[in-house]
């Protein structure tokens, strides 16, 4: 009897030992491969499995667009006023005061389109053109204007 509880504590024992080596301490000593910390790397990995790294998709998120605003900055030596003329866009859209929207759709035709209809620098199609002349003439000026028209090059 006494040969079988030796035999039982020396099992017990044997156990105990193999499941210690499972425990954190002896994990610990395995290497452990971490993904790839940079921002970048696992964002540009999650949309390439949604299959959305586009322009459009990228740009038209806040992210997105801070980032490719900073690139210009950096990248160029001169202010990219299409950026500016975008930001002042989105400022339109979200006014929900009619006065307001007004006020900024004129500041918008008044320092981006016109001035470059006076200095013939632009490639504005004279259909887009017309199109916004006519809203902001009628003292019309629909949230959607900027969405809907954002005047295409040709």
């Given at each position: 009897?006494?040969d079988l509880e030796a035999v039982l504590a020396d099992v017990s024992y044997l156990m105990a030992m193999e499941k210690s080596k499972c425990t954190p301490a002896a994990r610990a000593s395995k290497k452990i491969v971490l993904?790839?910390?940079?921002?970048?790397?696992?964002?540009?990995?999650?949309?390439?499995?949604?299959?959305?790294?586009?322009?459009?998709?990228?740009?038209?998120?806040?992210?997105?667009?801070?980032?490719?605003?900073?690139?210009?900055?950096?990248?160029?030596?001169?202010?990219?006023?299409?950026?500016?003329?975008?930001?002042?866009?989105?400022?339109?859209?979200?006014?929900?005061?009619?006065?307001?929207?007004?006020?900024?759709?004129?500041?918008?035709?008044?320092?981006?389109?016109?001035?470059?209809?006076?200095?013939?620098?632009?490639?504005?199609?004279?259909?887009?053109?017309?199109?916004?002349?006519?809203?902001?003439?009628?003292?019309?000026?629909?949230?959607?204007?900027?969405?809907?028209?954002?005047?295409?090059?040709?």
């Amino acid at each position: 009897m006494a040969d079988l509880e030796a035999v039982l504590a020396d099992v017990s024992y044997l156990m105990a030992m193999e499941k210690s080596k499972c425990t954190p301490a002896a994990r610990a000593s395995k290497k452990i491969v971490l993904p790839d910390p940079s921002v970048r790397s696992v964002m540009h990995k999650y949309m390439e499995k949604k299959n959305e790294i586009h322009f459009d998709k990228i740009f038209n998120q806040v992210l997105g667009y801070l980032l490719f605003k900073e690139f210009c900055e950096q990248t160029s030596d001169e202010p990219v006023p299409q950026l500016k003329f975008y930001e002042e866009i989105k400022l339109y859209e979200k006014q929900e005061c009619v006065e307001e929207r007004r006020r900024i759709a004129r500041d918008i035709y008044d320092n981006f389109i016109m001035k470059e209809l006076l200095a013939h620098s632009h490639d504005y199609s004279k259909e887009c053109v017309a199109h916004v002349q006519k809203y902001l003439m009628k003292h019309e000026v629909p949230p959607n204007l900027g969405a809907v028209q954002k005047l295409p090059r040709k």
